[in-house]
């Protein structure tokens, strides 16, 4: 039996459509492409008018509640005897006088699995009860249980940041208001032509990324990326963590040995900038998951660039640092891995008047920052090694 368990709590709403057909190999099908639950209790024989396990699909993680009364017999099991995942993570806390239990877990932890197909991202765990066995060793009274558990996580969404953290989205992450400059930040694919259509790098491989930024009604801008972090999680604050461009527009990763990143030079405008990663993971993270947030902003396009509002890559072949546009002595900085000068400003200039029927925005020297710059985020990106999926070798003939 598998269920909607968002109907699950007494007197809360139930929030989505249920469709498919479970015994068919269907999933649910709701109405919204937001996350979404699949929990199957047919191990359960359940009894009970409500459904004794729910789920929770949060932006990073899974919320598991389960009634005591796992069966509908009306005795209810021990805390002790539930744990979450193949590592048996047990829940987080518990009373003897309490009917529920509760675990709350990151969607990567516990020993949970990840299945990527074309529309969603599905982390698939399982709640475990084990009945410690008491009383006379000879006979049972109860018996182990598995309830399967998936979080649905759609791949194609494009979410606006206005309010809403764009954790989800794997091709694209724009932040757009009336008040705000609709930043933009895009996976494109080799050649540059079009959005990439999948998310998913082997090892090897190189990230080709986009950020943009609609000038439409405002005078000419020139855009930076001034730094981007790759995290495990969508939390920028997570760790560990990778600063690949850092030091207000230097594309460190280049300077690696092992690396070939760098800005793409010329720009195809100057409200787009381009530039190539090779593709990487964490040590240890058996997710393979990687999410990107990237802090863009722009400044006049006649202004002239600076220590802090630059574009620099390393150039191998002259083991330099060189510059999109402006002089080179603006990529001194990255070198001495410091480029946090007071004398370099980063301010515009203030809204002016009507032109040509709409607002023209000129010369903004108080323009809010919050206006001209903004945080983009963009993953997550699957990136597997060619020893995750090992080639059979095939015995040598002779």
Not at 52 to 78: I, M, N, Y
Not at 324 to 343: F, H, K, Y
Request: charged fraction near 20%.
């Amino acid at each position: 039996v598998a269920y909607n368990p968002w109907g699950f709590l007494r007197g809360e709403a139930e929030l989505w459509r249920y469709g498919g057909n479970p015994s068919m190999g269907q999933p649910p099908a709701f109405s919204q492409p937001s996350p979404w639950a699949w929990v199957d209790v047919s191990q359960l024989q359940a009894a009970a008018p409500l459904h004794p396990v729910a789920v929770r699909c949060q932006e990073a993680q899974v919320v598991v509640t389960v009634h005591r009364d796992l069966f509908g017999t009306g005795r209810l099991v021990k805390a002790a005897e539930l744990t979450l995942g193949l590592a048996a993570c047990p829940p987080m806390a518990w009373s003897a006088a309490e009917t529920v239990v509760t675990f709350m877990v990151g969607l990567h932890e516990c020993g949970s699995t990840l299945r990527v197909t074309p529309d969603s991202l599905v982390y698939s765990t399982s709640l475990n009860y084990n009945p410690v066995l008491t009383g006379n060793p000879v006979v049972v009274r109860t018996s182990p249980a598995v309830v399967p558990i998936e979080c649905h996580y759609p791949r194609r969404d494009n979410v606006s940041s206005n309010g809403v953290k764009p954790t989800w989205v794997p091709f694209r992450s724009t932040l757009s208001s009336e008040e705000k400059l609709p930043f933009s930040l895009r996976l494109m694919n080799d050649d540059w032509s079009a959005e990439r259509g999948s998310t998913i790098f082997q090892l090897g491989e190189v990230l080709h990324f986009q950020a943009g930024v609609n000038t439409e009604n405002h005078v000419p801008l020139r855009l930076f990326v001034d730094t981007c972090v790759a995290t495990p999680t969508p939390d920028r604050s997570s760790s560990p963590q990778y600063a690949f461009i850092d030091f207000s527009g230097c594309l460190v990763d280049g300077q690696l040995d092992d690396a070939t990143s760098t800005f793409i030079s010329p720009r195809p405008r100057q409200d787009v900038l381009q530039f190539a990663v090779d593709a990487f993971k964490f040590a240890g993270d058996s997710s393979n998951l990687i999410y990107i947030t990237c802090h863009l902003k722009v400044s006049l396009a006649d202004q002239a660039p600076d220590h802090l509002n630059k574009a620099c890559y390393f150039n191998k072949a002259s083991n330099l640092w060189a510059p999109v546009e402006g002089t080179q002595d603006i990529c001194s900085c990255c070198e001495m891995r410091s480029c946090d000068l007071a004398r370099h400003s980063r301010r515009l200039y203030a809204p002016s008047r009507w032109q040509g029927g709409r607002v023209r925005r000129e010369l903004p020297s108080q323009l809010d920052p919050s206006v001209r710059e903004a945080d983009v985020v963009v993953g997550p990106f699957f990136i597997h090694s060619w020893w995750d999926h090992p080639v059979r070798r095939l015995p040598s003939g002779g």
